[in-house]
């Protein structure tokens, strides 16, 4: 059996765990997604990904739970349901396991640093702070080919060379219109994810359905229309992160608009080689509800 066709099925595999994460997954859907035994798939998946499908699944729920700790309202033991756990105690203790510490201090935590972080901002720019601008949009159903970036948002280079892989492939297969839309779909938390596993998916919103399968570990993803804040930051993608810090910590006062458990979206409206870092753009759109 060749290899695209064992990359296909990590693939199809992969694309519904992380579709499917929070629900029961039993052996018997995992085999007859992959066409695989679940000894087989799993070894496939850990060599390709570094870790069992167990491993993936419990730590994506993990993450998850402490997301909605940080900025939901959601109690304990509802979050411990929503992402798959049947007993809060289950869910504490590996909680617990994986931060160090239990849901309710986690949650108290990132409380207390976010209004250090809030405050630290206000000593900076006086009482005359004004609130950061936003718009709200609604972005329409589209398709997108796509190739993960997994490690730190920080590793600018790494992040470039995924960018290249990208451009070469869509070149390569004449997928590029006359004005191409490229983004990213950020699909962990820096704040939450380790760096090794943090997933950033870099892509190319497609004008037409693909005719045929994507090569290697390209994939394809279907956007349905949502609602988002928009947020504009001009400057170097590098300082981005700085923005995000600004637009959460005062998310309840700027804001005051409930998140959406979706991932968030960058689009680059004039980025070109010859633009001066400073004035390159990065449209922000965080999801809403």
Same mark, same amino acid.
């Given at each position: 059996?060749?290899?695209?066709?064992?990359?296909?099925?990590?693939?199809?595999?992969?694309?519904?765990? /992380?579709?499917?994460?929070?629900e029961a997954i039993n052996i018997e859907?995992?085999?007859?997604?992959?066409?695989? =035994?679940?000894?087989?798939?799993?070894?496939?998946?850990?060599?390709?990904?570094q870790e069992t499908i167990g491993k993936y699944v419990k730590r994506l729920r993990l993450e998850k739970a402490?997301?909605?700790?940080?900025? =939901?309202?959601?109690?304990? =033991?509802e979050i411990a349901y929503e992402v798959g756990f049947e007993?809060?105690?289950?869910f504490s203790k590996a909680f617990k396991n994986k931060y160090g510490t239990s849901p309710s201090t986690f949650r108290n935590s990132s409380e207390a640093n976010r209004q250090i972080i809030e405050k630290s901002l206000l000593t900076q720019e006086g009482e005359k702070r004004q609130k950061l601008p936003f718009e709200i949009e609604y972005l329409p159903d589209f398709e997108y080919l796509f190739l993960e970036y997994r490690g730190a948002y920080e590793n600018i280079l790494a992040i470039e060379e995924v960018w290249n892989q990208l451009? /070469?492939?869509?070149?390569t297969k004449d997928l590029l219109p006359n004005n191409p839309i490229f983004m990213t779909e950020i699909v962990d938390d820096t704040e939450i994810s380790d760096h090794l596993k943090f997933r950033y998916?870099?892509?190319?919103?497609?004008?037409?359905?693909? =005719?045929?399968?994507?090569?290697?570990?390209?994939?394809?993803?279907?956007?349905?229309?949502?609602?988002?804040?928009?947020?504009?930051y001009k400057g170097p993608h590098e300082n981005c992160f700085d923005f995000y810090t600004r637009i959460y910590a005062f998310w309840m006062v700027d804001v005051a608009l409930e998140l959406a458990d979706l991932p968030t979206l960058e689009f680059y409206p004039n980025f070109d080689e010859s633009i001066p870092q400073e004035d390159l753009l990065t449209e922000i759109y965080i999801p809403v509800k």
């Open positions: 059996m060749g290899n695209q066709t064992q990359l296909e099925r990590y693939k199809k595999l992969l694309s519904f765990l /992380d579709a499917h994460f929070k859907k995992i085999e007859q997604i992959s066409h695989y =035994s679940y000894r087989n798939i799993n070894r496939i998946f850990e060599a390709l990904h402490a997301q909605y700790l940080m900025y =939901s309202q959601m109690g304990v =033991s007993e809060r105690a289950a451009f /070469d492939y869509t070149t998916n870099l892509a190319l919103i497609l004008n037409r359905p693909l =005719s045929f399968e994507p090569d290697g570990l390209f994939r394809t993803k279907k956007h349905k229309r949502q609602k988002y804040a928009k947020f504009i």
